[in-house]
Nanobody, 129 residues
Framework: QVQLVESGGGLVQTGGSLRLSCAAS????????MGWFRQAPGKEREFNVV????????SYADSVKGRFTISRDNAKNTVYLEMNSLKQEDTAVYYC??????????????????????WGQGTQVTVSS
């Protein structure tokens, strides 16, 4: 089992910044991929970024590329999502997710929420005008 706890959400003005954290605990040695997704009211869960837990390979969605940056503190088993130049359309609940990996899965499979095995509870980000 892997437990994920997000924090760092809040209210910020357009153009502002926030840093989200995702602390992983439990069998973290089994984690292969970490991802950040978001879900706005009435919309499907949207991929933001995927991060290879062991190798560091990263891929961002076009909607956040150049504005969001993922990083990791190995000692704390924590992944961070630095969000800059925030827009109102970034308003959503943000979730981190962990994937244990499967022999038949490719890196690109982790652009989909279905590929992940564990999810955090989410943290609300609201961007005001």
């Amino acid at each position: 089992q892997v437990q994920l706890v997000e924090s760092g959400g809040g209210l910020v003005q357009t153009g502002g910044s926030l840093r989200l954290s995702c602390a992983a605990s439990g069998r973290t040695s089994n984690i292969v991929m970490m991802g950040w997704f978001r879900q706005a009211p009435g919309k499907e869960r949207e991929f933001n970024v995927v991060f290879h837990w062991r190798g560091g390979t990263t891929s961002y969605a076009d909607s956040v590329k150049g504005r969001f940056t993922i990083s990791r503190d190995n000692a704390k088993n924590t992944v961070y999502l630095e969000m800059n130049s925030l827009k109102q359309e970034d308003t959503a609940v943000y979730y981190c997710a962990a994937g244990l990996g499967r022999p038949d899965r490719f890196f690109s499979d982790y652009y989909s929420a279905d590929a992940y095995d564990y999810w955090g509870q989410g943290t609300q980000v609201t961007v005001s005008s």
